[in-house]
């Protein structure tokens, strides 16, 4: 190596500078990149709203994400095809033209731009995206004005390759879907409140179920009979949990309306209790498919001022019962005591067991005691041993459905009706998937 006068010595310093320059500036452009395309875009949408400038910016950038990136990569090359070029420069100032030296010098700028214009800005900028977006919105704003002209007719070049390949056109963004809104839900942590997350879970099953998973079934609906006698009506009025009932005569497949107490207690003060008082207070039945969806029903008992319907299968026999109540239930858990029984609050006792009705949906099981019981096909604890046992047990009966043992304690009129359930214990949680449903019989205990 030569030695150098002052001047040279000046000219390799500002050099060294430039180089340096060029780096920060390659490193700046990276970590634009990932900041932009790492941003959460509604989070930018929302402070957007909110008037704020930048994220204002942002969202617009976002937006059209070809002509951003275009100017990014643009200054980025610009940048790091300078930096190499100055790199050669100062080699062969400091070398002359000794080719070993100029390839460690090109190896020392890529590692150089790998580790400081590349791998560092972008970590950094993916950790911190939603944080500097707003910031750097404005020099990419500006950018882009500057370059404007550049970028479109680089474009016209990208467009036409893009033509070639037969590649469609980049689609609309799609919204986030529902399993991606529960992700959300159950990984913010704005939601301090279990309580709170768990009703917003609760709402995204509500596109899940049907009104036939929350329903009162047929047989535990609360008729009011006309064909029984005055005094018998009398006292079924005078002692029902509920305050709409529906009215049939004799045949509990004919619903003739349903009954709101109150309409009939002012009816009563004018002319008195009868039979055609009842009939003049009844309003027309609502009728619901069973397969309907709970948030499309909820939306149904809006829009038609109702708040109970009766459901019907495909062939338009009755099946049950879902009232406003029931649906709100699902979403925010047990608040009424209206129906007899309804203040049973399921939990597992200090033996690890629990006994419950067989007509308890299997929901309502899964949620209050942790259990991961099937729901397809069935909807209460008796319908699902029923499917299981393909028969209706004449004595009690032992199984073993998925992870949880149960005894079957009581039948009567072909139905299940009470059940002794064990908490599963962590061997049973492992066990293989050959052993769920192995069961015993067990006669004459």
């Given at each position: 190596m030569t030695s150098m006068d002052d001047p040279m010595l000046s000219d390799l310093l500002w050099q060294w500078i430039g180089l340096a320059i060029l780096l920060f500036s390659s490193a700046l452009a990276s970590m634009s990149e990932t900041v932009m395309m790492a941003a959460n875009r509604y989070r930018l949408k929302s402070r957007a709203a909110n008037g704020e400038r930048g994220a204002q910016l942002a969202a617009a950038l976002t937006a059209h994400p070809e002509r951003m990136l275009s100017v990014i990569l643009l200054v980025n090359n610009a940048v790091n095809v300078g930096a190499a070029t100055l790199a050669s420069v100062i080699t062969i100032e400091l070398f002359g033209q000794n080719e070993t030296m100029l390839a460690v010098g090109s190896f020392v700028l890529t590692f150089l731009i790998l580790v400081f214009s590349e791998i560092t800005p972008k970590v950094i900028g993916a950790r911190y995206a939603d944080l500097l977006a707003p910031y750097i919105a404005y020099p990419l704003t500006a950018m882009l004005r500057v370059f404007g002209p550049v970028v479109d007719f680089v474009n016209l070049f990208v467009k036409a390759l893009l033509w070639l390949l037969r590649l469609p056109r980049r689609a609309a963004p799609q919204a986030p879907s529902m399993e991606e809104l529960r992700s959300l839900v159950l990984e913010s942590r704005v939601l301090r409140s279990e309580k709170h997350r768990d009703v917003l879970l609760n709402l995204f099953d509500l596109e899940r179920i049907t009104v036939a998973d929350v329903m009162i079934p047929r047989q535990a609906i609360e008729f009011l009979d006309l064909s029984d006698d005055e005094e018998t009506l009398r006292a079924q009025l005078a002692t029902a949990y509920h305050t709409r009932l529906p009215?049939?005569?004799?045949?509990?497949d004919e619903v003739l309306g349903i009954l709101h107490v109150r309409q009939l207690l002012a009816e009563t003060l004018t002319s008195g209790f009868s039979r055609e008082a009842i009939r003049r207070s009844l309003s027309p039945p609502y009728f619901v498919p069973e397969d309907t969806n709970a948030m499309t029903q909820l939306q149904f008992f809006q829009e038609h001022h109702q708040r109970l319907a009766l459901v019907v299968d495909e062939y338009g026999e009755l099946q049950g019962l879902v009232t406003l109540d029931d649906i709100i239930e699902e979403m925010v858990g047990k608040f009424t005591t209206s129906r007899p029984g309804s203040d049973t609050v399921l939990h597992?006792?200090?033996?690890?067991?629990?006994?419950?009705?067989?007509a308890t949906p299997v929901r309502e099981l899964n949620r209050a005691l942790g259990l991961d019981l099937p729901t397809d096909g069935h909807r209460t604890l008796n319908g699902l041993i029923l499917e299981y046992?393909?028969?209706?047990?004449e004595s009690e009966v032992s199984l073993r459905i998925g992870e949880v043992r149960m005894d079957v304690l009581q039948c009567h009129d072909r139905r299940i009706r009470s059940v002794r359930l064990y908490a599963p214990t962590a061997e049973e949680t492992g066990a293989s998937e050959e052993d769920t449903g192995e069961r015993s019989s067990e006669e004459g205990r």
């Open positions: 009215v049939v005569e004799g045949n509990p597992w006792q200090e033996d690890g067991t629990v006994i419950v009705d067989g046992l393909q028969e209706i047990p």
